[in-house]
Structure formats: structure tokens, C-alpha cells
């Protein structure tokens, strides 16, 4: 064991930066805690610099990366908030007359290609509607969508796939990037194939109880019988339990990813 820690001391970097135990390593902290940071410089710069983490074997080299790494996932925090209100405006503003259209389409100088799928998710789960975040460059748009469970948005990219220059993604998350000059029909023709997906649908949140559960079994064993169904993900989703008549004393957001 102190071998492999003094050949990974970029992992041990990384792990302490993210408030990370090894020994208490869950799918929640590696999606949350640990993955945001590795992906921070591809999302601001370059994924060099995550590459270099994990391999080097230089302690000093390990800290200052980790620190650049934690300094690069701040920032994007922060451009994400600001072109997420940005966007929430976008919405609320064109769907102040008419309702929700059936796919949200933003787009804004801070939205960049690195934070646009960040920014589509937020907005697809603040609204429950598919949802396509884009950044305009000189020459190309480059767009991230991101939707909801009604809508297969890659199937919905690839009736406009004549459009794109390149595209790709899945049925949950998908990109593209297209000629600028495009713009104008891509939108007309995704809003028409949305519209027509999900017109039979009933476009509200649902959240799925596995189980009813009394206050007194939610005890110490709970929490390791849960960790043996680990790792959650789409295919596997971490459970879901319901308690009734329980009184809410007390409220509050915690974390940051």
C-alpha cells in the first residue's frame, strides 16, 4: 500500500483537494467531489493538465497541479452560475406569453463550449424540458444538449443531422457543432421535432419510491446494506424511500461540486 502511494502521488493530491477518503470511496463522491475536477481543465483550457496529475510520480508536481485543478473547477463554478442566470432569463422571458416551449434553446456570450452541457442540464432539471445550450463562436455554434426521460434527444439531432458539421451523443445527452449561418433553421427544426415528440406527453417531474420506510429502520445498518448495491448510475439507480407524517425541523443546501 505505500508503494502505490508513492507512485500515484497525483491521485493523493486530488483526494485531499476533494475532501475525499479512499477508504470511504462511493459512486456520490467520485461523480461529485472527484470527476468535476479532473474534467475542470478540459472544460477550461486543456485536459493536459489532468493527465499530467495522474501520471506523474512528483509529489511537488502532484500539489501544484491538484491546486491548479481546484483553482480551474472554482472559476467554472462560477461562469456556470453567471451564464445559468443568463439563460434562466433566455427562458423565462420567452415563455412569459406563451408557456414552456418543448425544447429550451439558450444561447449567450458567457455560455462557453466547455460550461454549454453544464448549463443545458441545470436548465432540463430546473424546467423538466430538453434543453440546448449553445455557444456562438466567429464561424460555429457549438451545442450541448442535455433532456429528460419523454425525449430521445439524440434521435431528435440526428433528424437534423444535414445540418451539422459533426454531432454525436446519446438518448440523454448529446453535442453538436454547426455553421453559424445555420443557427436560424436548426432551431426552427428542433422546436418542430420536439414539439411533435412530446406532444401526448405530460410534462411533469415524477419521483420514484422504491419503498415506505418507518423512521425506526432508517438506523446504522441502512447505510451499509445500501453501500452493497453500490456503484449506482443510470442502469442501477440509488434507491428511493418515502416516510410518512415525519415533521421537517430543519433545512439547508450543503456542498459544492
Given at each position: 500500500?505505500?508503494?502505490?502511494?508513492t507512485?500515484?502521488?497525483?491521485?493523493?493530491?486530488?483526494?485531499?483537494r476533494?475532501?475525499?477518503?479512499?477508504?470511504?470511496?462511493?459512486t456520490?463522491?467520485?461523480?461529485?467531489?472527484?470527476?468535476?475536477?479532473?474534467?475542470?481543465?478540459?472544460?477550461?483550457?486543456?485536459?493536459?493538465?489532468s493527465?499530467?496529475?495522474?501520471?506523474?510520480?512528483?509529489?511537488?508536481?502532484?500539489e501544484?497541479?491538484?491546486?491548479?485543478?481546484?483553482n480551474?473547477?472554482?472559476?467554472?463554478?462560477?461562469?456556470?452560475?453567471e451564464?445559468?442566470v443568463?439563460a434562466?432569463?433566455?427562458?423565462?422571458?420567452?415563455?412569459?406569453?406563451?408557456g414552456?416551449?418543448?425544447?429550451?434553446?439558450v444561447?449567450?456570450?458567457?455560455?462557453?463550449?466547455?460550461?454549454?452541457?453544464?448549463?443545458?442540464?441545470?436548465?432540463?432539471?430546473?424546467?423538466?424540458?430538453?434543453?440546448?445550450?449553445?455557444?456562438?463562436?466567429e464561424e460555429?455554434?457549438?451545442?450541448?444538449g442535455?433532456?429528460?426521460?419523454?425525449?430521445?434527444?439524440?434521435?431528435?439531432?440526428?433528424?437534423?443531422?444535414?445540418?451539422?458539421?459533426?454531432?454525436g451523443?446519446?438518448?440523454?445527452?448529446?453535442?453538436?457543432?454547426?455553421?453559424?449561418?445555420?443557427?436560424?433553421l436548426?432551431e426552427?427544426?428542433?422546436?418542430?421535432?420536439?414539439?411533435?415528440?412530446l406532444?401526448?406527453?405530460?410534462?411533469?417531474?415524477a419521483?420514484?419510491?422504491?419503498?415506505?420506510?418507518?423512521?425506526?429502520?432508517?438506523?446504522?445498518?441502512?447505510?451499509?446494506?445500501?453501500s452493497?448495491?453500490?456503484?449506482?448510475?443510470?442502469?442501477?439507480?440509488?434507491?428511493?424511500?418515502?416516510?410518512?407524517?415525519?415533521q421537517?425541523?430543519?433545512?439547508?443546501?450543503?456542498?459544492?461540486?
Amino acid at each position: 500500500a505505500a508503494l502505490a502511494q508513492t507512485q500515484r502521488p497525483g491521485l493523493q493530491a486530488l483526494y485531499r483537494r476533494a475532501g475525499v477518503q479512499e477508504d470511504s470511496f462511493t459512486t456520490e463522491t467520485v461523480a461529485f467531489q472527484v470527476v468535476p475536477r479532473l474534467n475542470a481543465p478540459g472544460r477550461m483550457g486543456h485536459a493536459l493538465d489532468s493527465y499530467q496529475l495522474l501520471t506523474t510520480k512528483s509529489s511537488a508536481q502532484a500539489e501544484a497541479l491538484a491546486e491548479k485543478l481546484e483553482n480551474l473547477n472554482r472559476e467554472r463554478r462560477t461562469l456556470t452560475e453567471e451564464a445559468l442566470v443568463s439563460a434562466q432569463e433566455q427562458v423565462r422571458s420567452r415563455s412569459a406569453s406563451g408557456g414552456l416551449p418543448a425544447v429550451l434553446l439558450v444561447s449567450s456570450p458567457g455560455i462557453t463550449r466547455g460550461i454549454a452541457g453544464l448549463v443545458a442540464g441545470r436548465l432540463a432539471e430546473a424546467f423538466h424540458r430538453p434543453a440546448v445550450a449553445m455557444a456562438v463562436e466567429e464561424e460555429y455554434v457549438v451545442g450541448s444538449g442535455r433532456s429528460i426521460p419523454e425525449l430521445d434527444i439524440f434521435e431528435v439531432f440526428a433528424g437534423c443531422q444535414d445540418l451539422f458539421v459533426r454531432f454525436g451523443g446519446h438518448s440523454r445527452a448529446a453535442g453538436f457543432t454547426l455553421a453559424k449561418e445555420k443557427l436560424p433553421l436548426l432551431e426552427e427544426r428542433l422546436t418542430l421535432a420536439a414539439e411533435k415528440a412530446l406532444e401526448s406527453q405530460e410534462l411533469r417531474p415524477a419521483l420514484d419510491i422504491d419503498a415506505e420506510v418507518g423512521l425506526a429502520e432508517l438506523n446504522e445498518d441502512l447505510p451499509k446494506w445500501l453501500s452493497t448495491l453500490e456503484p449506482f448510475g443510470p442502469a442501477n439507480p440509488q434507491p428511493v424511500f418515502l416516510t410518512l407524517r415525519a415533521q421537517v425541523l430543519e433545512a439547508r443546501c450543503v456542498g459544492n461540486t
